[in-house]
Nanobody, 131 residues
């Protein structure tokens, strides 16, 4: 069975840090890009960041650039999102998702416009940043 298991969320004060993990199983990890998306109450889903498992290329939304870092441990089939300098507006449920990228995709289009769709979604993890 395909699984994307997100974990690492929690409650943190503004300015603090959290590291989210997305552990994948059931598909060939290297053939996919893995992305993080978030949704706050009453707001639309927003793309945050993505990484290509094959070449390590990354993309960040402007709202998190310089504060968040995405990385991948292909041996563990796991993608991490290191979130620093957290702000109350980062409060949301964070989801990881995967899209097949063997034909080449532009991460910016995927994260911003969901251009290639989503092959797999994981259950989310709650991040709450208090002011």
């Amino acid at each position: 069975d395909v699984q994307l298991q997100a974990s690492g969320g929690g409650l943190v004060q503004a300015g603090g840090s959290l590291r989210l993990s997305c552990e994948a199983s059931g598909f060939t990890f290297d053939d996919y890009a893995i992305g993080w998306f978030r949704q706050a109450p009453g707001k639309e889903r927003e793309g945050v960041s993505a990484i290509s498992s094959s070449d390590g290329s990354t993309y960040y939304a402007d709202s998190v650039k310089g504060r968040f870092t995405i990385s991948s441990d292909n041996a563990k089939n796991t993608v991490y999102l290191q979130m620093n300098s957290l702000k109350p507006e980062d409060t949301a449920i964070y989801y990881c998702a995967a899209v097949r990228s063997t034909s080449g995709i532009e991460l910016r289009l995927w994260v911003t416009y969901y251009y290639y769709g989503m092959d797999y979604w994981g259950k989310g993890t709650q991040v709450t940043v208090s002011s």
